[in-house]
């Protein structure tokens, strides 16, 4: 993927999912990771939370409510993402149709994954997080505006909170360029680096089945 | 070396020193820097969309030599010469295979005598050395830490990024001091220490830093044991965690077949001997705790946070003050089926798994072997022992130690991740108990409605031997 549409703010009602530590093998299962390709993960999200074991959608998971359906905003516990690297969990979550993550802290490798795929990754302050999650239980419909360019969240009850996000990280959402572009522009810096940094290995050295 | 000790006042820590020295380009009007990778390690699982992305751009790897590839989290460790029996991880292996011969990286795959998991394959090739940049998209690149390199796991983007650039964009982290001095009691290994780490700091208690782990009881443990504690850094929330190299790390990496040789070995350890923290250098956080208060670890939760001394009762989610702790406890309890106050030794248990990125490797099933030599795998355990690589299974078949291993009731498999991650069918059944020395103990984790008590070898043998979570203590 080299550029995207450019991303500013979503405006949407939140799903709540008020638990701590939420790990990405929650958020998608390894037995999901066979697939060769990012697209398709949607069903899969939060799959063993979301389905019974015959299959059916778990009629108490919040993710199957029918209002549900369509809202781009997560409102979730401390420490979400923590566990594996897999960037299966934000591809999984923008295919659902999430947009923003909204947690008192984010594991590190996830919220680098979500920022490569525009998903915004908002960190708040812990207390701040419960008057979220009770603003949310005394109005289920009530929209978030989680507004990138401003950096600031309008709540429904007329407030706003500011949020810090990586700067450059920001630009490149809010432009929908990509990293990989950016790091090809400086190729006569890494060919500078790599005059004076010989490789310390090589791994063609010794053959593979030697 | 572009910066050393004699231009550089600031005494500075291993991290820092790292850092400094594969800086490509200092970040600049909020720019990350750009730092230089010595080794990409690439495996089947979270490679192949990056490599559609080079073909979708007509990107080339620049550096198939610092990379390279191998297979192992969704292959069987079953009979080898067999297809493989599952189409979509067949399919996902043989992307690798195309993928390794369109861009020229080497690959070890299924029948290579080098095959196994990433993270063991890299030490016993001697790829991993003092002072380098290491990532693989995997969390558990930060074994390679054991060796004084700063390791780390990347997202797919992120491999895509390595693959074209043989470098990435990274923000500066944060260092956090993990002492641990005093000797360890018979019985409690380098697995009880990160365990006891963890259940002090919490899962995302090292979020945002790199753990170096210094003090006597680190020295002491082998490389190996390093390599264990290392490891499992992601557990807490750090994304890499290291050991300054030493004579120990020296003489394990010597005459392995990528080590220097000849004067190019000399010089290295020469450079390799400036790596450890200056004096005075200053870490963001600090703990320090002592290895002879510890005493064998297991998890009784489901976040490898969730840990304690194995002989202590399971906690009451009443007695804490914090909503949001009692729920997750609670929560845990529920789906581990454990009750508040009962004594977590004598649980009865169903499997018992020894392998994983974790402790798979020689001085691993060595421990193992040791313990379970003589005896027999209780009726109602089923043990599988999974050596971490080729190299691993066929030196401890040279040894005598599978036979043992078989000897006692124990499978003894094909070199994988296996049941860490369950997505080669190697999994639990619902509701099942497993000892493992592997990493994770989330939901699900090996195998759906699944449930993990994370401990060492040495317990997990203990376990299976009495069919109940034991104290390896008793059968030293």
Redesign the interface.
């Given at each position: 993927m080299s550029a995207r549409e450019p991303f500013s703010s979503v405006t949407s009602s939140v799903v709540p999912l008020p638990r701590n530590d939420i790990d990405t093998d929650q958020i998608i299962p390894a037995r999901f990771l066979k697939t060769v390709n990012r697209a398709g993960l949607g069903d899969q999200l939060f799959h063993d939370w979301r389905y019974l074991p015959d299959g059916t959608p778990n009629p108490d998971f919040i993710l199957n409510r029918p209002e549900m359906a369509g809202r781009a905003v997560l409102l979730a516990g401390d420490n979400f993402g923590c566990g594996s690297s897999r960037e299966h969990a934000p591809w999984a979550l923008m295919a659902w149709g999430i947009r923003a993550v909204i947690s008192s802290s984010f594991a590190d490798i996830f919220r680098n994954n979500a920022l490569k795929n525009g998903l915004l990754p908002i960190a708040v302050a812990p207390d701040v997080l419960e008057r979220l999650f009770a603003l949310v239980e005394a109005d289920p419909a009530a929209p978030f505006t989680v507004d990138l360019e401003a950096q600031e969240m309008r709540l429904p009850d007329g407030s706003a909170i500011d949020f810090e996000v990586d700067s450059f990280a920001r630009r490149m959402i809010l432009d929908g360029t990509d990293e990989l572009g950016y790091l090809l522009k400086l190729e006569p810096r890494i060919a500078a680096y790599e005059a004076s940094h010989p490789a310390r290995v090589s791994t063609l050295s010794v053959s593979p089945e030697a | 070396m572009?910066h050393d000790d004699s231009t550089s006042a600031r005494p500075r820590t291993i991290v820092e020193k790292i850092w400094d020295?594969?800086v490509?380009?200092l970040?600049t009007d909020?720019?990350?820097d750009?730092l230089?990778i010595?080794?990409h390690l690439v495996h089947e699982?979270?490679s192949?969309?990056a490599f559609?992305?080079l073909r979708?751009?007509g990107?080339r790897v620049?550096?198939?030599?610092?990379?390279?590839a191998t297979v192992d989290?969704?292959i069987p460790t079953t009979d080898r010469s067999l297809p493989i029996a599952?189409e979509?991880?067949a399919?996902?292996v043989s992307?690798l295979e195309e993928n390794c011969r369109e861009f020229g990286?080497?690959?070890?795959g299924i029948g290579?005598?080098?095959q196994g998991i990433v993270h063991v394959i890299g030490p016993e090739?001697?790829?991993t050395?003092p002072?380098?940049t290491i990532v693989c998209?995997?969390?558990h690149t930060a074994t390679h830490g054991a060796f004084g390199a700063l390791a780390f796991?990347?997202?797919?983007?992120?491999v895509?990024?390595v693959l074209?650039?043989?470098?990435l964009?990274q923000?500066r982290p944060k260092t956090f001091e993990v002492r641990v001095d005093g000797s360890l009691h018979p019985g409690v290994t380098a697995k009880d220490i990160i365990l006891s780490l963890l259940s002090r700091i919490g899962?995302?208690g090292g979020?945002?830093h790199v753990f170096e782990y210094r003090g006597s009881a680190i020295r002491a443990v082998g490389m190996e044991g390093r390599m264990t504690i290392c490891n499992m850094s992601?557990e807490g929330?750090a994304?890499a965690g290291l050991v300054a190299p030493d004579d120990v790390t020296f003489e394990y990496l010597r005459a392995r077949?990528?080590a220097p040789q000849g004067a190019g070995w000399e010089a290295a350890v020469d450079r390799w001997r400036r790596l450890p923290t200056d004096d005075g250098a200053q870490y963001d956080r600090s703990i320090c705790f002592d290895a002879g208060e510890l005493t064998p670890m297991v998890t009784y939760g489901t976040?490898p946070g969730m840990g304690f001394p194995i002989t202590e009762r399971i906690p009451d989610p009443s007695h804490l003050a914090d909503a949001?702790?009692r729920?997750?406890l609670r929560?845990a309890l529920e789906y581990m089926a454990l009750t508040p106050g009962e004594p977590i030794l004598g649980k009865a248990i169903d499997v018992v798994f020894v392998g994983s990125c974790t402790n798979s490797r020689i001085s691993d099933l060595r421990e193992a072997a040791r313990m379970i030599r003589g005896r027999r795998v209780a009726a109602s355990v089923r043990m599988m022992v999974v050596p971490g690589s080729t190299e691993v299974k066929r030196q401890a078949e040279e040894e005598g130690l599978a036979s043992i291993f078989r000897e006692a009731g124990a499978e003894w498999r094909e070199a994988g991740c296996s049941m860490c991650?369950?997505?080669n069918g190697d999994q639990l059944s619902?509701g099942q108990y497993s000892v493992s020395t592997s990493n994770?103990n989330?939901?699900?984790?090996q195998g759906?409605?699944g449930r993990t008590f994370l401990a060492s070898p040495l317990t997990a043998v203990a376990s299976a031997v009495t069919g109940r979570l034991s104290d390896p203590r008793a059968l030293l």
């Open positions: - | 572009k020295d594969h490509v380009a970040g909020g720019a990350p750009v230089g010595d080794l699982v979270t192949p969309q559609d992305g979708e751009r990107l620049r550096r198939p030599g610092q990379t390279v989290h969704s599952d979509i991880a399919r996902q992307r990286i080497p690959l070890h290579s005598p080098h090739l001697g790829l050395q002072g380098m998209g995997d969390s796991g990347i997202g797919t983007t992120e895509e990024h074209a650039t043989q470098s964009l923000r899962i995302g979020t945002g992601i929330g994304r077949p990528h976040n949001n702790q729920d997750s929560a991650i369950a997505m619902p994770r989330f939901e699900g984790r759906k409605g």
